[in-house]
């Protein structure tokens, strides 16, 4: 008798055992970055044996990484069989996404992971051909105490460009991120604004992760990009910026409010706090993701890290700040955040999400446009005058 085919799915195990990942897997309705949709999750998890969803052990990661990158690779196909240039570009979009996931929480062969984001970004950049956005490549020389930083200034189409020199939003990378998947899909609502985006790989992040511990002083860099921007990139009005960090890179984007606040007029952070978890706490991916991103193997030294990289409350910064953040949040503590928002009294906006867990994804979508609006009136009105609005709007949704 004739086995009956079964239709695509994925098992509700998978769907309980992925828990936040899920979400992740979908993030934001990118029209430039690689986007995964619904039919690659189905394709890629039909099937996972039920028998191997312990997200803590490298089987899992290992199962799951073959099965997108397999995706990846059916997208590349496609892509070159292709015949008009809006079908390979769509095809090469996907398949950068697939690539990201593929190696997004893969940690066990560090050559392998950097093949994946190798070429997820040659698919990305290969699928720009016929895009209304402009995109200029460029670096950071290397110096004594860092490698060469690779930056990119994306330019809004051309129809939402002002005449003269563009505001612009700098943009930072959590741990496993990648500047052309999340960063970029935040990105996109400041281009539909009309505002240009600075995405950069600093240290460790992006397509130099593992290849070297994350910067943690990566206010450096960013101090260093703004010179390079006001030096040598006429179409930035380098007096109309702001920061915005996801994640670990919200963290980030609180350092450069405490130390760099006068070169910003607004900075945004999703999801970072001045403090993370005690190490010992945290799920074993994200100890695996902390492992990977410090290059660092000691449980101890790991904490002495964290320990030492936790900001204490003080001035409020030359700058005006705005957090979203998750009550539930296991990574960064909303307590650490809500001791630096009474510090920092009006120049700090705290939006916590009480059924929200890190970054806040079920509301990603309300948040990100929300602030959005705001960042760009700040931008506009910087060109005007001179204040800073006092008070900042709610950002629920």
């Known amino acids: 008798m004739t086995e009956s085919v079964k239709p695509v799915r994925v098992a509700p195990e998978i769907y309980q055992a992925l828990g936040y990942l899920g979400t992740r897997l979908l993030f934001l309705n990118a029209r430039y970055a690689p986007q995964a949709q619904w039919g690659d999750v189905a394709l890629a998890l039909d099937g996972f044996p039920t028998d191997n969803l312990d997200l803590s052990t490298s089987p899992f990661w290992d199962e799951w990484r073959s099965r ?15 015949t008009t240039v809006a079908g390979r570009s769509h095809a090469l979009r996907s398949a950068a996404a697939c690539y990201h996931w593929a190696e997004f929480m893969y940690f066990d062969d560090p050559g392998l992971k950097l093949q994946l984001r190798q070429q997820l970004r040659g698919a990305f950049l290969a699928s720009l051909e016929g895009a209304d956005i402009e ?13 060469a930083v690779p930056y990119w200034i ?33 990105a996109e609502a400041y281009l539909e604004r009309g505002i240009a985006a600075v995405l ?22 960013v101090a260093e990009l703004v010179r390079r921007l006001g030096a040598e990139h006429p179409r930035i009005d380098t007096s109309r910026l702001g920061f915005v960090g996801i994640s670990f890179g919200g963290y980030l984007a609180l350092r450069v409010a405490i130390s760099l606040g006068d070169l910003f007029q607004c ?5 970072g706090g001045p403090r993370i978890a005690a190490f010992a706490t945290l799920p074993r991916r994200l100890k695996d993701d902390f492992r990977f991103a410090f290059l660092v193997k000691d449980t101890d030294d790991l904490q002495d890290r964290f320990d030492a990289l936790a900001l204490e409350p003080g001035e409020p910064p030359a700058t005006q700040v ?57 931008l506009a009105s910087t060109k005007q005058q001179t204040a800073r609005p006092a008070v900042l709007t709610s950002f629920r949704s």
């Open 68 to 82: 997108w990158s397999a995706r990846a690779d059916g997208y590349i196909t496609i892509a070159d069989r292709s």
């Open 135 to 147: 995109l200029i490549q460029n670096e950071l020389p290397a110096s004594a105490d860092r490698p």
């Open 154 to 186: 994306v330019l809004p189409p051309e129809r939402l460009r002002p005449d003269g020199a563009l505001p612009a939003v700098m943009l930072s990378n959590g741990l496993d991120s990648m500047t052309e998947v999340e960063v970029l899909s935040l």
């Open 200 to 221: 950069f790989d600093g240290p460790g992040q992006g397509i130099q992760a593992g290849q070297g511990p994350v910067l943690i002083e990566m206010e450096t860099v």
């Open 267 to 271: 900075v945004v952070n999703f999801g």
């Open 322 to 378: 705005v957090s979203v953040h998750g009550a539930l949040d296991d990574i960064f503590p909303v307590e650490a955040l809500e001791d630096l928002d009474r510090a920092w009294g009006p120049q700090h906006r705290l939006e916590v999400h009480a059924r929200e867990v890190h970054v806040c994804l079920n509301v990603i979508n309300v948040y990100t446009q929300q602030t959005a609006d705001w960042v760009a009136e700040l």
